[in-house]
Every structure is written in structure tokens, then in C-alpha cells.
T-cell receptor, first 113, second 112 residues
């Protein structure tokens, strides 16, 4: 089954804790993206990567970090510096970074305990 | 001015009617335009994309693009209750980064 797998589906963060959201794709896509969605809002770009071992900040990167050590994987860490992390996090990938269609994983819903 | 603007709605139409959703964008150099459908609590799924001026039809869905006026629209014919969802307009800007700019979405309600 080709697609984008995000895990876990639900995640709870304690005060001062870093948490990592997983995103794996088997579509052989070069580019991967992380978005944040708040209730009633559109998607805001956190980080994106067009190639292995390279990534760029999006519009709301503060308090987040990523790595891209493998083409298939693009994990997102929500650090303790992110003071309002409660949101729906979406990972996407696309075949060609310059304009190809982005496909989304099922998302991770993060809440603060 | 937001880069991609949509009326948040809700847009309410009776079953069987045509639903018309609109989106305007600010980057005149934008090349690619996408409509995603998002059911409550789920992730967005692509339903249409359009690159050239004019209309593109796929089943009950028609995407319309007017680059001179910087708007893109989505028409849904014979609307069904299952079409009730939030529709996100996304625009690929003129920079070659792959970044999509999303509107806030329009909520569509199709009433039986």
C-alpha cells in the first residue's frame, strides 16, 4: 500500500517535554512538508525538505525542529519552546518540489496535559 | 491582505443544487492551483488541480481559473450530503520551493 504514514494518531505532551511526530512515505517522493492546523483555520507551513539532509523553515518554525536523514522519513519534534502546541499536525509529500501535487498523511492530533 | 482568501462560510445548499466556492490569491506569478476537501477531523484529500486558464471538469466537479482576475473557483454539480466538508484552496506561488499557500477553507453544508 503506497502512502504516507503518520504516527501516533493522538499524542499528549506534558509541560517542558519534547515530543516527536513520525512521518514515513513509500511514494518515492523527494519533497516532504509539515503543516499545523488550528480549529477553523487553514494549514500553516512549519518546515519543508526538498532533498535528503536539507530542510528549510516555513512560516511558523519557532519551537519546532526536523531532520531528513532518509528520503522516506521526515520526523517533527515539538520542543518545550513551543508554548501553544495543541493542534492537528499534517505531513505531506510531493514528487517534484517545484509544483507537483502534495498528498497528506492522516495527521497527528497533539494536546497538552 | 491574505495571500489566499476564501469565504469561511458556511455555504448552505440544498441537495441536487450547484455549490460554488471561490478563492482569490495575491501572487500574480502563481502557476498551480489546488482544491482539497477536508472532512471534520480528517486530513485534506485532493479533488482537483488546475494549471491553465479556463475550466477543468472531473465528474461533478469543475475548477475554473482566471489568472487575470486572480481567482479560482470550484463548482460542485448535483451536490450530495456527502459533499458536506471544508474545501481548502491552495496556491503554488511563483517561487520554486514547492510551498503551497492555503486559504482558511470554506465550509459547505448540503441539506437533504
Amino acid at each position: 500500500d503506497g502512502g504516507i504514514t503518520q504516527s501516533p494518531k493522538y499524542l499528549f505532551r506534558k509541560e517542558g517535554q519534547n515530543v516527536t511526530l513520525s512521518c514515513e512515505q513509500n511514494l518515492n517522493h523527494d519533497a516532504m512538508y509539515w503543516y499545523r492546523q488550528d480549529p477553523g483555520q487553514g494549514l500553516r507551513l512549519i518546515y519543508y525538505s526538498q532533498i535528503v539532509n536539507d530542510f528549510q523553515k516555513g512560516d511558523i518554525a519557532e519551537g519546532y525542529s526536523v531532520s531528513r536523514e532518509k528520503k522516506e522519513s521526515f520526523p517533527l519534534t515539538v520542543t518545550s519552546a513551543q508554548k501553544n502546541p495543541t493542534a492537528f499536525y499534517l505531513c505531506a509529500s510531493s514528487g517534484i518540489a517545484g509544483g507537483d501535487i502534495q498528498y497528506f498523511g492522516a495527521g497527528t492530533r497533539l494536546s497538552v496535559l | 491582505q491574505k495571500e489566499v482568501e476564501q469565504n469561511s462560510g458556511p455555504l448552505s445548499v440544498p441537495e441536487g443544487a450547484i455549490a460554488s466556492l471561490n478563492c482569490t490569491y495575491s501572487d500574480r506569478g502563481s502557476q498551480s492551483f489546488f482544491w482539497y476537501r477536508q472532512y471534520s477531523g480528517k486530513s485534506p484529500e485532493l479533488i482537483m488541480f488546475i494549471y491553465s486558464n479556463g475550466d477543468k471538469e472531473d465528474g461533478r466537479f469543475t475548477a475554473q481559473l482566471n489568472k487575470a482576475s486572480q481567482y479560482v473557483s470550484l463548482l460542485i454539480r448535483d451536490s450530495q450530503p456527502s459533499d458536506s466538508a471544508t474545501y481548502l484552496c491552495a496556491v503554488h506561488g511563483s517561487s520554486n520551493t514547492g510551498k503551497l499557500i492555503f486559504g482558511q477553507g470554506t465550509t459547505l453544508q448540503v441539506k437533504p
